[in-house]
């Protein structure tokens, strides 16, 4: 079969990876791609947002089966528009899309079926929400209601800090039309956790667990990011954890989406705080995270072609979903120093050819894109997730930052305590 991915960054490399093991799979193709896709499916010059062109192109080479891997078109409808073409396409609708697409929906959906998450209100008026701060109890947290490229989200310690943070949202639009509409939530204590789910719109299959750093620096500190590195499983997602997730998180998500005449088919990525009070959910995401996708992908023991169509055809629930659970993985994310603010691109990348033929080591490429001399070049301020397996996370630890030794280019910057938080566990 003939399959395409939509998309550009680390999360798609790892699914055309994962979809050219599948004996079902001919040809892949991906739209737009990057250099390191380019090794398993042919690159199409189309935007991920060039829905019809997109949708012409399936029809022309005859696909079997598209796979979205980004939120903006997901958010914007491009699995609309495949179906109304009556072509095969992996991802939710844009009608139940808006469970990332809008924070304020979300958070109204959980409130109105009882899933844990943290109180809040939502508004459209900067005014009200200035004077709402001055009431509420810090710190605080302030989140873009729309797509915001996973750094929408402001921790305010302060009066003043969240003051700003209204005005940089909703008067400055730092995020354009996504800061027309603010949450303010309660700030949350506890461990954070990921969780990667496919969904069939009634069935839920609940991915290996993994744990995010947002922050671009050590420590924590620093802006938020799209991610700058991961690890899974995560210690800290206990079977107390994952029991309690699936009686109230889960599978409540999947039958209200249904009940509110927005069923769900693709993947759900639950952000879970492992409070005080019990897990609670901090986002939703309508679509596989990054780098979440380059730890957890990697240990998915089934042909991920049979999961897909399973999600379409609403037949989830004859797949036993099966991971490796002998080996942990731990990415780390090398990324243009000045990333998420300001940053050059167009350095050529030394050392890609070390990873071939070594077996648990994995280089994803997240920005990256061939230069007129046919160099692979950063291209982006994510560049690469260096992923590696180990037989406990402390050893996949040591294995993902031995192998960032093997690849450099110029302005690179990392983290250098991915995975710290094992120690803790």
């Known amino acids: 079969m003939k399959v395409l991915i939509v998309g550009s960054g680390g999360r798609e490399h790892v699914i055309a990876w994962k979809a050219a093991q599948s004996a079902r799979v001919d040809k892949i193709y991906c739209a737009p791609g990057n250099a390191g896709i380019s090794e398993v499916a042919e690159c199409v010059p189309i935007g991920a947002m060039e829905f019809d062109r997109l949708a012409d192109f399936a029809e022309e080479k ?19 528009v495949f179906e109304a073409r009556g072509l095969r396409v992996f991802g939710p609708r844009k009608n139940a899309a808006i469970l990332e697409g809008s924070k304020a929906f979300s958070k109204n ?4 079926y009882g899933i844990p998450t943290a109180a809040y209100e939502t508004f459209t008026d900067a005014g009200k929400a200035l004077a709402y701060l001055k009431t509420a109890k810090l710190p605080i ?3 873009a209601d729309g797509l915001a490229l996973g750094k929408g989200v402001l921790i305010c310690e302060t009066l003043r800090e969240a003051e700003e943070g209204v005005r940089t949202l909703m008067l400055d639009k730092k995020f354009g039309s996504a800061g027309d509409e603010i949450v303010i939530e309660e700030f949350m204590t506890g461990r954070e956790v990921s969780v990667l789910s496919f969904v069939d719109g009634k069935t839920i299959k609940i991915m290996s667990s993994a744990q995010d750093h947002k922050r671009a620096k050590d420590g924590d500190e620093g802006l938020n990011t799209g991610g700058m590195g991961n690890f899974s499983p995560s210690p800290f997602y206990t079977e107390e954890v994952d029991a309690f997730c699936k009686k109230y998180i889960y599978q409540a998500t999947v039958d209200a989406m249904k009940a509110e ?3 769900f088919q693709g993947v759900i990525f639950f952000g879970l705080m492992l409070t005080a009070d019990g897990p609670k959910v901090l986002e939703y995401n309508a679509r596989f995270g990054d780098p979440e996708a380059q ?5 998915l023991q089934n042909d991920i072609v049979d999961v897909f169509e399973a999600c379409i055809d609403g037949t989830l629930d004859r797949i036993d979903l099966q991971f490796d659970n002998e080996r942990a993985t731990v990415c780390v994310i090398m990324a243009s120093d000045g990333y998420p603010v300001e940053y050059k691109k167009g350095y050529p990348i030394e050392g890609l ?19 007129e001399k046919g160099r692979v070049v950063t291209n982006g ?8 397996n180990g037989a406990t996370l402390r050893e996949a630890r ?7 030794e093997w690849v450099r280019f110029e302005n690179q910057y990392m983290r250098h305590d991915i995975g710290k938080a094992i120690d803790e566990a």
């Open 62 to 80: 005859k696909i079997d089966l598209t796979v979205i891997g980004m939120d903006d078109p997901l958010v914007g409808g491009i699995v609309d």
């Open 109 to 112: 959906l959980m409130k109105k």
């Open 141 to 143: 947290v302030l989140k």
């Open 261 to 263: 005449g927005r069923p």
């Open 295 to 299: 730890v957890v992908l990697p240990r």
């Open 353 to 371: 050819e070390n990873f071939a033929g070594k077996d648990g080591y994995y280089v994803f490429h997240s920005g990256t894109k061939f230069d």
């Open 381 to 388: 301020g994510r560049v690469l997730g260096v992923t590696a």
């Open 398 to 404: 040591e294995n993902a930052y031995k192998a960032t």
